[in-house]
């Protein structure tokens, strides 16, 4: 484990040093700055959870398995389905603005932060 945790900037400082100067012209990085950028998307895309590095993808709730979720989906009407996205979709907007930016509070029909 604290052997991933040293590879992975070492990896992203290699990745981005490698492609990110030929293709965009952006100079090369440090292993300290490919670190800050890992963590930073971490923070932004996925957080470090109890899990490790995984992610348990768009909708899916923790816990529940990949193949078990397939199922629960096959089973839904297109019309469902649709609205279970859209319900999740609306959730982790509110989740990564609450997140990031802070709760809005109503008043008086006004939204203030």
Same mark, same amino acid.
Request: charged share 20%; glycine share 12%; net charge neutral.
């Given at each position: ?6 590879? $992975?900037?070492? $990896? ?7 492609? $990110?100067?030929? #293709? #965009? ?13 890992? $963590? ?8 470090? /959870? ?8 768009? /909708? ?22 649709? +609205? ?13 603005? +609450? ?15």
């Amino acid at each position: 484990m604290l052997f991933a945790l040293a590879a $992975i900037p070492a $990896i992203i400082m290699l990745l981005w040093n490698w492609l $990110i100067p030929s #293709i #965009i012209g952006w100079s090369a990085i440090s292993y300290w700055q490919a670190l800050g950028l890992f $963590i930073l998307s971490r923070l932004f895309f996925g957080g470090f /959870g109890r899990h490790g590095f995984g992610h348990h993808g768009f /909708g899916m709730p923790h816990g529940e398995h990949p193949h078990l979720f397939r199922e629960k989906f096959k089973n839904m009407s297109p019309e469902e389905r649709k +609205d279970f996205i859209r319900q999740r979709f609306e959730e982790h907007h509110e989740l990564f603005n +609450d997140r990031f930016f802070g709760k809005k509070e109503q008043t008086g029909g006004q939204e203030q932060v």
